[in-house]
């Protein structure tokens, strides 16, 4: 499976983005996906994941709330909403393919190339 992100950008607080990441690949209909973000000198960090059919979701304590997490198959698109947006939330945002959701929120088998989302305050 190979991902690609879009999507990030400059929002002031309080705004909104959408990210969206696009995989090729035959499996991704099969795979649970998942984005985790890492922020200057801090360590990568898991954001949200998605089982393979969309019916099971999961959140950092940090986003609950504020970030959803969605997909389209018939696509091969992966999107995370973000909403509400705190400078705290500035970093490069990667989304990542796992063989099942315990995998894809801990340590993913793929990995797309971020893209940034900074916020200003």
């Known amino acids: 499976v190979q991902l690609q992100a879009s999507g990030g950008g400059l929002v002031q607080a309080g705004g909104s983005l959408r990210l969206s990441c696009t995989a090729s690949?035959?499996?991704?209909?099969?795979?649970?996906m998942g984005w985790f973000r890492q922020a200057p000198g801090k360590e990568r960090e898991f954001v949200a994941g998605?089982?393979?059919?969309?019916?099971?979701?999961a959140y950092a304590d940090s986003v609950k709330g504020r970030f959803t997490i969605s997909r389209d198959n018939a696509k091969n698109t992966l999107y995370l909403q973000m909403n509400s947006l705190k400078p705290e939330d500035t970093a490069v945002y990667y989304c990542?393919?796992?063989?099942?959701?315990?995998?894809?929120?801990?340590?993913?088998?793929?990995w797309g190339q971020g893209t940034q989302v900074t916020v200003s305050s």
């Open positions: 690949g035959r499996s991704f209909g099969s795979n649970a």
């Open positions: 998605i089982s393979w059919r969309g019916g099971s979701t």
């Open positions: 990542a393919a796992g063989t099942a959701m315990w995998e894809v929120t801990t340590t993913p088998l793929y």
